[in-house]
């Protein structure tokens, strides 16, 4: 059962662009969202979170959007670097904190 | 402050052997959590621990076992090895007080032949 569905799956931006990742969730026990970065080989990095009781959480060029009524977020990546590429999932926690994680979004950015 | 650490880093079974993962957590976590990514696909919860008990697990068969220990560091045994097992197994910590914030491991690649 997928209950964090994750778009696009894949993204190629211009360096200096705004990649935006999206996510919809339908478990509403759900009470904790982060994201995750992932580079090849190695082990996903938590980059941001928000809870839903927040609309917006922004941590330097990475902002959370949360829309509580939709049951969906996003992941807005400003000025996006070429450093920036990698697979990013998103996630969802309740409970004993197991984390459901999205399909994951493939980034390229280009210079 | 000393991250979460995993060994071995890379591992090659054969079909219908057993192996075992370790993992270290995070100073100051005391729930380990382990997943398994395969190629392509987003972690998949395999179970938890906390203060050394199970403390909740996913669609995974018997044959996967953990243990933790009373620093929490945690091994992952998988009984008779399949070629599906063939994943990167990583292992995440965290701590209950500390909001859910998980952190992940580099993770062990096995391949099963």
Same mark, same amino acid.
């Given at each position: 059962?997928?209950?964090?569905?994750?778009?696009?799956?894949?993204?190629?931006?211009?360096?200096?662009?705004?990649?935006?990742?999206?996510?919809?969730?339908?478990?509403?026990?759900?009470?904790?969202?982060?994201?995750?970065?992932?580079?090849?080989?190695?082990?996903? #990095?938590?980059?941001? !979170?928000?809870?839903?009781?927040?609309?917006?959480?922004?941590?330097?060029?990475? *902002?959370?959007?949360?829309?509580?009524? #939709?049951?969906?977020?996003?992941?807005?990546?400003?000025?996006?670097?070429?450093?920036?590429? !990698? *697979?990013?999932?998103? #996630? !969802?926690?309740?409970?004993?904190?197991?984390?459901?994680?999205?399909?994951?979004?493939?980034?390229?950015?280009?210079? | 402050? &000393?991250?979460?650490?995993? =060994? @071995?880093?890379?591992?090659?079974?054969?079909?219908?052997?057993?192996?075992?993962?370790?993992?270290?957590?995070?100073?100051?976590?005391? &729930?380990?959590?382990?997943?398994?990514?395969?190629?392509?696909?987003? @972690?998949?919860?395999?179970?938890?621990?906390?203060?050394?008990?199970?403390?909740?697990?996913?669609?995974? @068969?018997?044959?996967? =076992?953990?243990?933790?220990?009373?620093?929490? =560091?945690s091994e992952l045994n998988v009984n008779a090895l399949e070629l599906d097992? =063939?994943?990167?197994y990583l292992c995440a910590s965290s701590s209950?007080?500390?909001?859910?914030?998980?952190?992940?491991? @580099?993770?062990?690649?096995?391949?099963?032949?």
């Amino acid at each position: 059962q997928q209950q964090v569905k994750q778009s696009p799956q894949s993204l190629i931006v211009q360096k200096g662009g705004i990649s935006i990742i999206n996510c919809a969730y339908e478990n509403t026990a759900f009470d904790y969202f982060p994201w995750y970065q992932q580079f090849p080989g190695k082990g996903p #990095a938590l980059l941001i !979170a928000i809870r839903p009781d927040v609309s917006e959480k922004k941590e330097g060029r990475f *902002t959370i959007s949360f829309n509580k009524s #939709a049951k969906q977020f996003s992941l807005h990546i400003m000025d996006s670097q070429p450093g920036d590429s !990698a *697979t990013y999932f998103c #996630a !969802a926690l309740s409970g004993y904190q197991k984390v459901t994680f999205g399909t994951g979004t493939k980034l390229q950015v280009i210079p | 402050e &000393t991250g979460v650490t995993q =060994s @071995p880093t890379h591992l090659i079974k054969t079909r219908g052997q057993q192996v075992t993962l370790r993992c270290s957590s995070q100073s100051g976590h005391n &729930t380990v959590s382990w997943y398994q990514q395969a190629l392509g696909q987003g @972690p998949q919860f395999i179970f938890q621990y906390y203060r050394e008990e199970e403390n909740g697990r996913g669609n995974f @068969p018997p044959r996967f =076992s953990g243990l933790q220990f009373p620093n929490y =560091s945690s091994e992952l045994n998988v009984n008779a090895l399949e070629l599906d097992d =063939s994943a990167l197994y990583l292992c995440a910590s965290s701590s209950p007080d500390q909001g859910g914030a998980q952190y992940f491991g @580099p993770g062990t690649r096995l391949l099963v032949l």
